[in-house]
Every structure is written in structure tokens, then in C-alpha cells.
């Protein structure tokens, strides 16, 4: 990671990046702040697995809301995908490469619309099994003396 420019964030922004199918949490850079101009990552590296089966690297630019351990809260606002055969070219550059510009490029991210963005919020629910998760949620829920509706519930409310 080098440098963002045009950034019309205030507080803060963050790098989110994953690979598409995610079976794993999102890799996040250092927040930056305050967020105006061009921000200059200072190199920052962002290690991603690649196993090979993956179709594409996505990358967030996340603004930053400062909300104690409510990561989150935090909205994504600019988004960029790279498919695979880009990444594999741009790697073999690199490979092949003399330099430290070998294989890099600069890319341009492409606006979120807020329901994209909002989707983020339920990103992790895959990962686990919908009975565990429905099971942990209304036991917390009932220790804090909460009622939590089942997704029929929902349903039927809806």
C-alpha cells in the first residue's frame, strides 16, 4: 500500500481486504487520520492467503468512526475488485521483476452504494453454522434478560 488521494473522509479511514469465496476474516491496515487529500500508507504491507481457488482480491476503503470495539459501525465507502488473472499476471511481473515497481499498479475504487455497504455489517455470518449463532444469541440475550425472536419470528413480523 502506497498512497490514497481525493480522500473526503474526516475522521479516519481504514484498508479492508479479502479474497472472494471468504472463508476467513478480512485483513485491515492501520487507521489513518485525519483523512483528507492524499494519504500516504507508508508502504504498510497487507499479507492475503492464496491458496489458488480464489476469483478475485476485494479491498475497502472503510471510513473510520472510532466507535470503542464496534468495528462494525464502520461503513466502507470506495471499493475495489481485482480478478484473478490479474493477480496471477501481476504476480509473475513481480517474480520476473528487477525492481521494487515490478508487478504494481495504481487502481481506481469505485463508489459503494449504502446498502453494499451496510451488507458488511452481516458479512461473518456464513462462517459459522446458523444453529450455533441462533443458539449463542438468544442464550446471551436471556442472560441479559432479553427475548430474542427466532428468523420465523422475523418472518412473520415482516
Known amino acids: 500500500l502506497v498512497q490514497a488521494s481525493n480522500v473526503q ?19 485491515n491496515s492501520r ?18 492467503d492464496w491458496h489458488g481457488d480464489e476469483q478475485e ?56 452504494r449504502r446498502a453494499d455497504a451496510y451488507s458488511r455489517r452481516f458479512r461473518f455470518q456464513g462462517m459459522l453454522p446458523s444453529f450455533i449463532m441462533a443458539s449463542v444469541i438468544s442464550k446471551i440475550g436471556a442472560e441479559q434478560g432479553l427475548y430474542i425472536p427466532t428468523q420465523a419470528e422475523l418472518g412473520d413480523l415482516q
Open 9 to 27: 473522509r474526516g475522521a479516519g479511514i481504514y484498508l479492508e481486504a479479502w479474497t472472494e469465496p471468504n472463508d476467513d476474516y478480512p485483513k
Open 31 to 48: 487507521v489513518h487520520k485525519p483523512a483528507h487529500g492524499a494519504i500516504d500508507f507508508g508502504g504498510e504491507l497487507l499479507e492475503i
Open 57 to 112: 482480491l476485494v479491498i475497502h476503503a472503510v471510513e473510520y468512526t472510532g466507535a470503542a470495539s464496534k468495528q462494525s459501525k464502520d461503513l466502507p465507502f470506495c471499493e475495489l475488485r481485482i480478478p484473478r488473472t490479474s493477480i496471477e499476471k501481476y504476480a509473475k511481473e513481480a517474480q520476473a521483476g528487477d525492481g521494487g515497481g515490478a508487478g504494481t499498479r495504481a487502481f481506481e475504487m469505485r463508489p459503494l
